[in-house]
């Protein structure tokens, strides 16, 4: 079952522009991770954010957690052609037993 | 390093038959855990290996099994194959996988049932 939902679904946008896209979860998480996968090939680690943490950063990106709405956001900014992919939360509940639970993701496109 | 390697890349079999798909992990990673990527489903999470030892395993009937070898290799076979198997099947490697941090992604195995 899914345990994170990301929003929106699909996101188009013109290069420059940030990209903002959010993900809610529905059970207390250990952490909160973000990835990007280009064009069905495997996924890239972006960020990692643990629950007793609030806000991240690295290089463009920003991730926010808010663990009493359990929900998260993923922020690029200055969008790049380059950023055009799908990007997925995922979260650990710990104890293994589900792995990664990962969402269904966000196809961000990025307008030359 | 070089990176998790997956092979083969790409397959393609007929319902019934059997298929054993290869992960290699980043040097010195122990754990391998393998996804299965679908349109409908999403990411979801087959197993994870440890040392050789299957420490999960995820909500997938008996026909999906795998190992792992003493040097972190692993291999996932699936028998009987269905056409709901067709899907991307990817592997992430890690130093350890409990609690689930940063996973390292192969490129995948996409499995086509005709």
């Known amino acids: 079952s899914q345990q994170g939902e990301e929003d929106p679904q699909a996101l188009s946008i013109q290069e420059g522009e940030n990209a903002t896209m959010n993900c809610s979860y529905k059970?207390?998480?250990?952490?909160l991770q973000w990835y990007r996968q280009n064009s069905g090939r495997g996924l890239v680690h972006l960020i990692l954010?643990?629950?007793?943490?609030r806000e991240k950063h690295s290089g463009r990106l920003r991730v926010t957690l808010d663990t009493s709405k359990k929900s998260s956001s993923l922020l690029i900014t200055a969008s790049r052609a380059a950023d055009t992919a799908s990007y997925f939360c995922a979260t650990e509940t710990g104890g293994g037993a589900d792995g990664l639970t990962f969402g269904k993701g966000t196809h961000l496109i990025i307008q030359p | 390093k070089a990176g998790v390697t997956q092979t083969p890349r790409y397959l393609i079999k007929t319902r019934g038959q059997q298929v054993t798909l290869s992960c290699s992990p980043i040097?010195?990673?122990?754990?391998v855990s393998w996804y299965q990527q679908t349109p409908g489903q999403g990411l979801q999470f087959l197993f994870e290996?440890?040392?050789?030892?299957?420490?999960n395993k995820g909500n997938f009937p008996g026909r999906f099994s795998g190992r792992q070898f003493s040097n972190s290799r692993s291999e996932m076979n699936v028998s009987t194959l269905e056409l709901g198997d067709s899907a991307l099947y990817l592997c992430a490697s890690s130093l350890v996988a409990i609690p689930y941090n940063e996973q390292f992604f192969g490129p995948g195995t996409r499995l086509t049932v005709l």
């Open positions: 059970t207390s998480i250990n952490n």
């Open positions: 954010i643990r629950s007793n943490e």
């Open positions: 290996y440890f040392s050789e030892t299957q420490r």
């Open positions: 040097s010195g990673h122990r754990s």
